[in-house]
């Protein structure tokens, strides 16, 4: 089992940084790779980000891209979401999540069976 705690929401000005963590413990948890989602109000959960811990690839939605980062940090067993160039609608609850089939970089939401309880991210505008 796996359990993983999200922290680092908040409010912010649009421009502005927020870096969201994700620490995760549990059995094989290294070995899985990990993603961030989002889910703003009224609207589906969606795929923000995600990376493997085993060779560090990463994969972004192209709403994010070259504005988000994700990364890992192994002593830690941590996860982060560094956002940059915030907007109002990256508005919504995000959500760390685990894929334990360790596999390929999914972006599919039924790929992740191990999932956080969420931050909410406000960008003022």
């Known amino acids: 089992q796996v359990q993983l705690v999200e922290s680092g929401g908040g409010l912010v000005q649009a421009g502005g940084s927020l870096r969201l963590s994700c620490a995760a413990s549990?059995?094989?948890?290294?070995?899985?790779?990990m993603g961030w989602f989002r889910q703003a109000p009224g609207k589906e959960r969606e795929f923000v980000a995600a990376?493997?811990?085993?060779?560090?690839?990463?994969r972004y939605a192209d709403s994010v891209k070259g504005r988000f980062t994700i990364s890992g940090d192994n002593a830690k067993n941590t996860v982060y979401l560094q956002m940059n160039s915030l907007k109002p609608e990256d508005t919504a609850v995000y959500y760390c999540?685990?894929?334990?089939?360790?596999?390929?970089?999914?972006?599919?939401?039924?790929?992740?069976?191990?999932w956080g309880q969420g931050t909410q991210v406000t960008v003022s505008s």
């Open positions: 999540a685990a894929d334990s089939s360790i596999g390929s970089i999914s972006t599919q939401i039924v790929e992740y069976d191990h």
């Open positions: 549990g059995r094989r948890s290294r070995s899985y790779n």
């Open positions: 990376m493997t811990w085993s060779d560090g690839l990463t």
